[in-house]
């Protein structure tokens, strides 16, 4: 999707916010085109990461003939003489004669010549030590490319890598991918009001966004270190200038929590233009959260990196991270925009007129419903912390009971990298 960016000076007063829908795809495509450079890695370090060309097979899966089963790979008609063993690793000479067998483990490469493998729990001894049975019907080995052959397409590039992709690399003959490396990202907390230990007190709420947005962005693919963590930023405009400079330099994607809006210490807009960005997309026809953003900025070298502006309020902030950060991470790690699954409302939610809701909810994973839950107020975490996902509502429109509609999953532990 090519989409006309708007210059950081243009707070979006006069313009009406993106839909939900095409936000997301907007997002998804500024990300794509700055997918993070490939690199090679040692296989042991690429779980997590995501495949930047495809996994084809470096020989035929398995290479050569082996045995399923423990017992004996036989020559003709029975009782066998033995003539040898054939154990995994080895390559073992071909069976030349009739009435001849070796014993063979689980594994083994089956010998030429042999036409048959009789399990050993299946065969007996003869008094002059010959053995005999009767092998099953069918074949007791895998065949060469039986599970893939040289050349084969396995998995396309985008895959993310997990300990499967890892194993059958392996079994391929890698030692290394070429992957997508986790984008870099780091958190920007505004506001002079947070505390950062202890009960909120003295009109001064506990800032929760600092030690979950991190949280959020890893379990989305990104790496996020401990000193990336940084604020409460002073409410001024140089002091947010000079944050964001500073952690630009060494990260892919900025997040910011509050100041989003365009009140007396609201100093994001202003900080943006100062260091010359442009935005993808400025305020989100969706509530909760409508006043999120991201904006790309083009460091000295070239390359370019992204501010998601999250709304302080931790709700929201969250409906901006599933919105905007969730697609555009998607993108910078080479992968397919998230494909959204299907839920049935158990109890009816309210629509939001022309915007899009996205309703925290529980899924039941048998029925395949979803009910909302209670205590879901934009500056509400206890809802969020029972919920499952976000029932998406269109915009115009009321999701009755029994309506099938989208379901932005909230991600659980899979993914998560240090």
Not at 109 to 118: F, I, Q, R, S, Y
Not at 269 to 296: C, D, I, K, Q, S
Not at 376 to 386: E, F, I, K
Request: aromatic share 4%.
């Amino acid at each position: 999707m090519s989409v006309e960016p708007a210059v950081a000076t243009d707070r979006g007063a006069d313009r009406p916010p993106v839909g939900w829908a095409e936000a997301r795809a907007r997002v998804y495509a500024a990300g794509r085109a700055d997918a993070v450079a490939p690199v090679d890695v040692p296989l042991v370090e690429a779980d997590g990461l995501t495949l930047a060309e495809p996994l084809t097979t470096l020989t035929d899966l398995p290479a050569f003939p082996t045995s399923s089963v423990d017992g004996w790979a036989v020559r003709g008609d029975g009782p066998w003489r033995v003539v040898g063993r054939v154990l995994a690793g080895g390559t073992p000479p071909p069976l030349t004669e009739d009435g001849t067998t070796v014993e063979i483990a689980t594994g083994a490469m089956l010998p030429a010549g042999a036409n048959e493998v009789l399990r050993i729990e299946e065969s007996t001894r003869t008094a002059d030590g010959r053995v005999a049975g009767t092998p099953r019907t069918g074949p007791e080995w895998r065949a060469p490319g039986e599970e893939a052959y040289a050349g084969e397409e396995l998995l396309p590039a985008g895959s993310p890598v997990g300990p499967g992709v890892v194993g059958l690399a392996a079994s391929c003959g890698y030692d290394r991918l070429r992957v997508h490396p986790a984008p870099r990202a780091a958190v920007l907390v505004f506001g002079d009001e947070l505390l950062t230990a202890g009960p909120p007190e003295a009109g001064r709420v506990r800032d929760s966004l600092g030690p979950a947005v991190p949280a959020w962005l890893r379990r989305y693919g990104a790496t996020v270190a401990p000193a990336a963590v940084i604020g409460p930023v002073a409410d001024t405009l140089p002091a947010h200038v000079a944050a964001l400079r500073q952690a630009l330099a060494g990260v892919d994607l900025i997040c910011t929590t509050g100041g989003t809006m365009h009140g007396p210490v609201d100093h994001l807009h202003p900080a943006l233009a100062e260091l010359g960005a442009e935005y993808v997309v400025n305020t989100v026809a969706v509530r909760p959260g409508f006043p999120m953003l991201l904006a790309r900025v083009t460091g000295p070298d070239g390359r370019k990196r992204y501010v998601a502006g999250l709304p302080g309020n931790p709700q929201s902030a969250v409906v901006a991270l599933v919105s905007l950060v969730a697609p555009l991470l998607a993108g910078l790690q080479g992968r397919p925009m998230p494909l959204l699954p299907y839920v049935t409302l158990a109890e009816p939610i309210a629509g939001r007129g022309d915007y899009t809701h996205l309703a925290l909810v529980r899924i039941d994973p048998v029925l395949g419903t979803a009910t909302p839950v209670r205590h879901v107020g934009s500056a509400m975490l206890r809802g969020l912390a029972q919920a499952d996902g976000f029932a998406v509502i269109e915009p115009g429109g009321n999701g009755e009971a029994g309506t099938r509609v989208p379901v932005v999953p909230l991600p659980l532990l899979s993914g998560v990298r240090s």
